[in-house]
């Protein structure tokens, strides 16, 4: 499939060529229109991509539960209190090998 197309520019080359075929016209009529049509499609398509807006999702909110404190959080926070310790010192006394991963087991205890 090697033809004229792929050595010259074919519509440039029949624009310039005097005097025309049927031929030459109709492709040349051809190639403009494919020219335009290319255009048209083009600047549809940007005006597609600049109208249509990028869709925004809505920020999901973790909703909030308004709970009372189980009563073994409370005696827990009070003997700290009394003892002036935080819960990070607890965990950190429990925390023999520094990773602060703890079990169940370790609750258990």
């Known amino acids: 499939t ?5 050595c010259v520019n074919l519509e440039e080359w ?5 005097p025309l075929t049927q031929q030459e ?3 040349l009529r051809k190639r403009k ?14 005006l597609q991509s600049v109208t249509t807006a990028p869709k925004i999702e809505p920020v999901k909110t973790i909703p909030l539960i308004r709970a ?3 009563p073994s959080i409370i005696t ?8 002036k310790l935080k819960l990070v010192d607890l965990f950190k006394k429990a925390d023999r090998s520094r990773t602060m991963k703890f079990k169940r087991v370790d609750f258990l205890r």
């Open 2 to 6: 090697w033809g004229l197309e792929n």
């Open 33 to 46: 229109k494919e020219r335009e049509e290319a255009k048209i499609q083009a600047q549809l398509l940007a």
């Open 76 to 83: 827990l926070q009070n003997l700290l209190h009394k003892q």
């Open 25 to 27: 016209e109709s492709i």
């Open 68 to 70: 009372p404190y189980p």
């Open 14 to 18: 029949l624009t310039e060529k005097k």
